[in-house]
T-cell receptor, first 109, second 117 residues
């Protein structure tokens, strides 16, 4: 499966909302595709932010929300904070194969 | 608490092999899959494969399936990733992660593998 496509960068001011898109999600009939999003700060391991499209692990702020329409998944971050500045990666899991997007650098202005 | 602790930095010559370990604790090792993910300097995440400690089932991406082998030792709760025929492009940070399939929720601290002549 090909890598998923994300914008290289997005930016926003504190308190604003931003959305990162992820296209190329498999939408084969009869096959369920799992979508998750990961946050990565420089020099750190990735951190799971959302999974099963719109669920959050315990401890992740409800400012982070996921959605999916057709072959595009999205991550929305509301009420931007300085600590949200990081790289974000989408990932799909279909038929035992995981694919990552190219990553999006979020800058908080 | 769930922890994945990886082995230390490796420096290898082109053509050599490397084997990185990932010791799991804080959960039932056989109950969750393990994925391996690498990240070249300044680049994005690349999935290298998945293994089920329960039955040894493995999945690999096409571009790496001839060079990578994933194994586990259920007696010690340790997963291993071996990469053969190393080239300079394999220089990267290598991560293991507990992977349900629907998501990878716990990650190791990363292991730097440097391939240099």
């Amino acid at each position: 499966q090909s890598a998923l496509t994300q914008p290289a960068s997005v930016s926003g001011s504190p308190g604003q909302s931003i959305t990162i898109s992820c296209t190329g999600i498999s939408s084969d009939v009869g096959v369920y595709t799992y979508v998750s999003w990961y946050q990565q700060h420089p020099g750190k391991a990735p951190k799971l932010m959302t999974y099963d499209v719109n669920k959050r692990p315990s401890g992740v702020s409800d400012r982070f929300s996921g959605s999916k329409s057709g072959n595009t998944a999205s991550l929305t971050i509301s009420g931007l904070q300085a600590e949200d500045e990081a790289d974000y990666y989408c990932s799909s899991f279909t038929r035992g194969i995981r694919v990552f997007g190219g990553g999006t650098k979020l800058t908080v202005l | 608490q769930v922890q994945l602790v990886q082995s230390g930095t490796e420096v290898k010559k082109p053509g050599a092999s490397v084997k990185v370990s990932c010791k799991a604790s804080g959960y039932t090792f056989r109950s969750y899959g393990i994925s391996w993910v690498r990240q070249a300097p300044g680049q994005g995440l690349e999935w290298m494969g998945w293994i089920s400690p329960y039955d040894g089932d493995t999945k690999y991406p096409q571009n790496l399936q001839d060079r990578v082998t994933l194994t586990t030792d259920t007696s010690t709760g340790t997963a291993y990733m071996e990469l053969r025929s190393l080239r300079s492009e394999d220089t990267a940070q290598y991560y293991c992660a507990r992977d349900w399939g629907s998501y990878a929720d716990y990650w190791g601290q990363g292991t730097l593998v440097a391939v240099t002549s």
